[in-house]
């Protein structure tokens, strides 16, 4: 006959967190101790500035303004209506590929602007933008435009 025990029967069990948390305290005394035993030995090496190319003469870009009365600016420099196309020839011969930024305030003319840059294509110059801002502070002469009728119930 077979007696029981009164002690209740248990299967033993493998933790594996703890085995996890001791491997990586190894791992991580294994690593400082192979680290501290290594010297770092290495040659001193002057390395070079970084230096860009020298600044040429040519400009690149040139800003150009129209003012009321047909005043032109380059660069916020005035130059007379008589000196803008030899100083446009003059920017070309100099560098082929400059951009020029046109730009008007709002009381200048319409035909001073077109004229500019009639100005810009004689003179050969193939790049130009043109700096649009939307009309702020701008108001309005005539009467206010009528209100919409309120709806009906």
């Known amino acids: ?4 025990s009164p002690v209740p029967h248990k299967r ?4 594996i967190i703890p085995l996890i948390d001791i491997m990586f305290f190894l791992l991580a005394s294994f690593m400082m101790v192979s680290l501290s035993q290594t ?5 001193r ?11 040429s003469g040519v400009k690149d870009f040139v800003s150009v303004k129209v003012l009321e009365g ?5 660069d916020n420099q005035y130059v007379p209506d008589d000196q803008v196309l ?6 070309h011969r100099a560098n082929p590929g400059i951009k020029i930024s046109l730009s008007a ?13 009639d100005k810009i294509r004689i003179s050969g110059i193939q790049k130009v933008g043109y700096q649009i ?21």
């Open 1 to 4: 006959m077979r007696l029981g």
């Open 12 to 15: 033993a069990r493998i933790e």
């Open 45 to 55: 090496v002057n390395l070079p500035a970084a230096v860009g190319p020298p600044p």
């Open 105 to 117: 305030t709002p009381m200048a003319m319409y035909g001073d602007v077109i004229g500019v840059l």
């Open 133 to 153: 801002r939307a009309a702020g502070g701008v108001t309005q002469t005539g009467p206010a435009p009528p209100a919409p009728p309120p709806p009906s119930p």
């Open 86 to 91: 030899p100083r446009l020839f003059g920017l």
């Open 70 to 74: 047909n005043a032109v600016f380059f």
């Open 39 to 43: 010297h770092m030995k290495g040659i």
